[in-house]
């Protein structure tokens, strides 16, 4: 993400003084088809000339239900995780550089070159055989943080002269992630027989490609820890205003 920053930087440099000043450079667009999954997605971006633009995208998801839980299903080799009882939120931040083929300014076929940092805010309810055959669970909290970079198309048209449709086709990134979730003030402290039938849940879970390690650390006590390989696809219809 900081190469791209740079280059975007440089770009502005090189880029705007060439810009009339009456221009309308600023759009503000609102990711409309993610609002089915929570998420509300906004884009400020602005135009160094006809061709070239930076952006910044930011995206919030509250706490809920896990969406696409028939996914995660085949993704998660485990009865263990309680899904239908799993949480999860997010933050993101996207800047992105765009260059633009149309005719006109943030006009036409277009190829975005951008970066995403993601904090995902969890809540992965763990179940285990208690000491008297009833199933019991442990709930982890934590964050896994991802940082990523990728390539877009998409086609951007501007409507009346204010309103923005911004159309974006398909785009993927890739990088890492890592985070920690932790189980605390476990109530009531587990046995010794239930802290080994929580481990045993644990070492139970597997979801390649990622890596994922548990410890039961005491009776009140345990963490969850995650990293791997981090890739998603990006598109999706905005709608704005430009200013």
Partial sequence: MKQIAFLCFLLSGYYFPAQAQHDKMNDIKLNVSSLAVRNYHLTYERALSRRFSVGLGMRYMSK??????????KSIKSDKVNLDEFQIGNFALTPECRMYMGKGLMHGFYI????????????????FTGNGGTTEQALFDGKVTSFSGGLMFG???????VVVLDIMLLGGH???????????NINPPLSEQDQQSLQQSLDDIHAKPFHISGQVQSSTQAVIKASGPWAGVRSGINLGVRF
């Avoid at 070159?113 to 993601?118: A, L, Q």
């Avoid at 086609?155 to 002269?161: A, D, E, I």
């Avoid at 890739?174 to 189980?183: K, Q, V």
């Fill in 64 to 73: 809920g239900d896990l969406p696409f839980k028939k996914q995660f299903r």
């Fill in 112 to 127: 975005s070159v951008y970066g995403r940092y993601t904090s995902f805010d969890l809540t992965a309810p763990i179940q």
């Fill in 155 to 161: 086609v951007q048209y501007t409507l009346w002269k």
């Fill in 174 to 184: 890739y990088g890492g992630c890592s985070g920690t979730l932790h189980a605390n």
